[in-house]
T-cell receptor, first 119, second 113 residues
Framework: GAVVSQHPSWVICKSGTSVKIECRSL??????MFWYRQFPKQSLMLMAT?????????EQGVEKDKFLINHASLTLSTLTVTSAHPEDSSFYIC???????????????FGPGTRLLVL | QQQVKQSPQSLIVQKGGISIINCAYE??????FPWYQQFPGKGPALLIA?????SEKKEGRFTISFNKSAKQFSLHIMDSQPGDSATYFC????????????FGTGTRLTIIP
C-alpha cells in the first residue's frame, strides 16, 4: 500500500518552455500533497503544500507564478514549471498523505521523483 | 526553532557492523519522527518512525532510539549490509498545524565488505 507515482521520470526541455509533472497516489486518497525540490547531495526542500480542491500554499522564496500547482482530485496533483530556465534543472519529488482517520494519515509517502533538465 | 540537525554527514561501516545516525531538534512541538532511506535517483522511502511516548522502536535490523529530554533521536542499523548503502534522512513534524516535515541534512552511508 501507499504507492505514489510520478510522471515523467525524467524530462529534457528547451529554455522558455513549460513542463508539467504529475503525481498520483495509486492506492489511497491523498488529502494533502507536497512538492519538493532536491539538488545533488542535498536534503529535500519543500516548495509547496496542496490540499485537494484548495490553492497551494507556497514556501517562502518559491515563485507561485513559476511553479503552478494543481490538486484537482484526491489522487492527482500536478506541478507545472512555466518558462523553464537552466537554473530550474533539478530533481522534483512529490509526496502524499491520506486524510485524518485513514490508514495513510500519519506520514508522507514519496514518489520516485522527476529529473528535469532545461537546456 | 524549526531545524533538525543530523550527523554525521557521511558514514562508512564495515559489513556486519552497526551504523548509527543521530538527529537533534529544538521545537518541542514536534511529535512525529520518521526516518527515510533514499537511493540515488529515487524518492525517499519511509523506513521507520517513532512518537515521543516511547523511547525505542525496533523493526527488523532498524531501531530508533528517542530521548525526549535531550531532544535527540537516532537510527541504529544492526548487521549492516552493502544493500543498506544509501542516504538517510531524519525528519520531524507536528500532528497539529500544517504537519510539514522538517528534514535533516542527510547522511550518506556506505557499507564496505
Amino acid at each position: 500500500g501507499a504507492v505514489v507515482s510520478q510522471h515523467p521520470s525524467w524530462v529534457i526541455c528547451k529554455s522558455g518552455t513549460s513542463v508539467k509533472i504529475e503525481c498520483r497516489s495509486l492506492d489511497f486518497q491523498a488529502t494533502t500533497m507536497f512538492w519538493y525540490r532536491q539538488f545533488p547531495k542535498q536534503s529535500l526542500m519543500l516548495m509547496a503544500t496542496s490540499n485537494e480542491g484548495s490553492k497551494a500554499t507556497y514556501e517562502q522564496g518559491v515563485e507561485k507564478d513559476k511553479f503552478l500547482i494543481n490538486h484537482a482530485s484526491l489522487t492527482l496533483s500536478t506541478l507545472t514549471v512555466t518558462s523553464a530556465h537552466p537554473e530550474d534543472s533539478s530533481f522534483y519529488i512529490c509526496s502524499a498523505r491520506g486524510g485524518q482517520g485513514t490508514l495513510y494519515q500519519e506520514t508522507q509517502y514519496f514518489g520516485p521523483g522527476t529529473r528535469l533538465l532545461v537546456l | 526553532q524549526q531545524q533538525v540537525k543530523q550527523s554525521p554527514q557521511s558514514l562508512i561501516v564495515q559489513k556486519g557492523g552497526i551504523s548509527i545516525i543521530n538527529c537533534a531538534y529544538e521545537n518541542t512541538a514536534f511529535d512525529y519522527f520518521p526516518w527515510y532511506q533514499q537511493f540515488p535517483g529515487k524518492g525517499p522511502a519511509l523506513l521507520i518512525a517513532i512518537r515521543p511516548d516511547v523511547s525505542e522502536k525496533k523493526e527488523g535490523r532498524f531501531t530508533i532510539s528517542f530521548n525526549k529530554s535531550a531532544k535527540q533521536f537516532s537510527l541504529h542499523i544492526m548487521d549492516s549490509q552493502p544493500g543498506d548503502s544509501a542516504t538517510y534522512f531524519c525528519a520531524a513534524s507536528m500532528r497539529s498545524g500544517n504537519e510539514k516535515l522538517t528534514f535533516g541534512t542527510g547522511t550518506r552511508l556506505t557499507i564496505i565488505p
